[in-house]
């Protein structure tokens, strides 16, 4: 049967705007593709340096849960995409039945669990940077992150209850609530994720804040606008500006409308692959040793260290790059500057070691 102009037209703008289609699989795909590249580097790293500790162990299986989750969703929607072409394009039947949408809407519910994970991680490096300065506005962040997890869990059973229930046709006002349901635990994930994100940041922010003078020096020693910028950006990354910026573009798209839905619909796609993307550098810079712990302990240690005078330089910030950096454009050769423990002689680097071991640097 052909299709008159007007069914084409509907079915061309169901494939673009519906979720999990056309404008928003492609971004997804090429976010995604990131993803895929930074798995295998992180995870080769982590093995070849040992998961030593219970807390590298925790994060590596998450990681890989997280992307295993993201995997599922991307495949899920890329059938569903392959799908409704060929029942609107290929073999447009009248007859022919819809392609099941559960599960494309099952995998939308169950991949906001790498937000209330992702959001874990960017309250754990909060936990660890500024514990020591008080925990009360962290525990307002864990209690955030537990409504979180709540609003999640909410969102996941409602939607299994409304697959469960759609061809009942006894139970049709029961699938209008639940369905208003799942709208609002939705957004609450959303409104507590961008909440947690930013308080969490906002702790962070303000320890960085605090040793401004030893960052400041850190990035006044770049050599290159190329080292500047991938030290900046390695601190917004892991002060959890840029995925708490995202965070609060899905949150705001949500109320966008577009020809089919609203923006929301067509970035969230994009921002759950981004929440994944996330532990990832947080673990690619714990284990280059680039991130702020060791700025953060030196003003949380309280140590003082009379006979010596200690430059900027001798201390080093959380932001410093060492060798085989990932963000680094230049080798050691031809930025000296860039390690801390490089001296004139073996004497000089063994006292700024002590030195350094002293504050809790190494």
Same mark, same amino acid.
């Given at each position: 049967?052909?299709?008159?102009?007007?069914?084409?037209?509907?079915?061309?703008?169901?494939?673009?705007?519906?979720?999990?289609?056309?404008?928003?699989?492609?971004?997804?795909?090429?976010?995604?593709?990131?993803?895929?590249?930074?798995?295998?580097?992180?995870?080769?790293?982590?093995?070849?340096?040992?998961?030593?500790?219970?807390?590298? %162990?925790?994060?590596?299986?998450?990681?890989?849960?997280?992307?295993?989750?993201?995997?599922?969703?991307?495949?899920?929607?890329?059938?569903?995409?392959?799908?409704?072409?060929?029942?609107?394009?290929?073999?447009?039947?009248?007859?022919?039945?819809?392609?099941?949408?559960?599960?494309?809407?099952?995998?939308?519910?169950?991949?906001?669990?790498?937000?209330?994970?992702?959001?874990?991680?960017?309250?754990?490096?909060?936990?660890?940077?500024?514990?020591?300065?008080?925990? %009360?506005?962290?525990?307002?962040?864990?209690?955030?992150?537990?409504?979180?997890?709540?609003?999640?869990?909410? #969102?996941?059973?409602?939607?299994?209850?409304?697959?469960?229930?759609?061809?009942?046709?006894?139970?049709?006002?029961?699938?209008?609530?639940?369905?208003?349901?799942?709208?609002?635990?939705?957004?609450?994930?959303?409104?507590?994720?961008?909440?947690?994100?930013?308080?969490?940041?906002?702790?962070?922010?303000?320890?960085?804040?605090?040793?401004?003078?030893?960052?400041?020096?850190?990035?006044?020693?770049?050599?290159?606008?190329?080292?500047?910028?991938?030290?900046?950006?390695?601190?917004?990354?892991?002060?959890?500006?840029?995925?708490?910026?995202?965070?609060? #573009?899905?949150?705001?798209?949500?109320?966008?409308?577009?020809?089919?839905?609203?923006?929301?619909?067509?970035?969230?796609?994009?921002?759950?692959?981004?929440?994944?993307?996330?532990?990832?550098?947080?673990?690619?810079?714990?284990?280059?040793?680039?991130?702020?712990?060791?700025?953060?302990?030196?003003?949380?240690?309280?140590?003082?260290?009379?006979?010596?005078?200690?430059?900027?330089?001798?201390?080093?910030?959380?932001?410093?790059?060492?060798?085989?950096?990932?963000?680094?454009?230049?080798?050691?050769?031809?930025?000296?500057?860039?390690?801390?423990?490089?001296?004139?002689?073996?004497?000089?680097?063994?006292?700024?070691? %002590?030195?350094?071991?002293?504050?809790?640097?190494?």
């Amino acid at each position: 049967m052909t299709l008159n102009s007007e069914e084409e037209h509907q079915h061309a703008v169901d494939l673009l705007y519906h979720s999990g289609h056309i404008i928003g699989i492609i971004p997804q795909t090429f976010v995604y593709g990131i993803y895929a590249v930074l798995i295998p580097v992180s995870s080769f790293i982590m093995l070849r340096r040992g998961l030593t500790t219970r807390a590298r %162990k925790i994060l590596f299986g998450m990681i890989i849960f997280m992307f295993l989750l993201s995997t599922a969703y991307w495949i899920i929607s890329m059938v569903s995409l392959l799908q409704l072409y060929k029942l609107y394009f290929l073999d447009p039947d009248p007859d022919a039945e819809s392609p099941n949408s559960n599960y494309l809407q099952l995998a939308n519910a169950l991949v906001l669990i790498n937000y209330v994970l992702t959001d874990g991680v960017v309250v754990w490096r909060a936990w660890v940077l500024c514990s020591a300065d008080g925990i %009360k506005a962290l525990s307002m962040c864990l209690f955030m992150l537990g409504l979180a997890a709540v609003s999640v869990t909410s #969102t996941i059973g409602i939607r299994i209850i409304l697959i469960i229930i759609n061809n009942d046709p006894s139970a049709v006002l029961l699938n209008d609530r639940l369905s208003l349901g799942i709208n609002v635990t939705q957004v609450a994930t959303l409104v507590m994720s961008v909440f947690t994100n930013s308080l969490a940041t906002s702790i962070i922010s303000i320890k960085a804040w605090r040793g401004r003078v030893q960052i400041r020096d850190d990035l006044g020693a770049a050599s290159t606008g190329n080292l500047r910028a991938g030290k900046i950006f390695a601190l917004l990354i892991e002060t959890g500006v840029l995925y708490t910026l995202s965070c609060l #573009t899905v949150l705001i798209a949500t109320v966008i409308p577009v020809e089919l839905g609203t923006l929301g619909d067509l970035y969230t796609p994009v921002n759950v692959q981004l929440a994944g993307i996330y532990p990832v550098v947080v673990l690619l810079l714990i284990t280059h040793d680039k991130s702020l712990d060791r700025t953060v302990r030196v003003f949380a240690s309280g140590v003082e260290i009379s006979g010596f005078h200690i430059s900027t330089r001798q201390i080093e910030s959380g932001m410093h790059f060492e060798r085989r950096s990932v963000l680094s454009t230049r080798s050691d050769e031809s930025c000296p500057d860039l390690d801390p423990y490089a001296a004139d002689s073996d004497t000089d680097t063994d006292t700024k070691r %002590k030195l350094a071991a002293n504050v809790g640097m190494v």
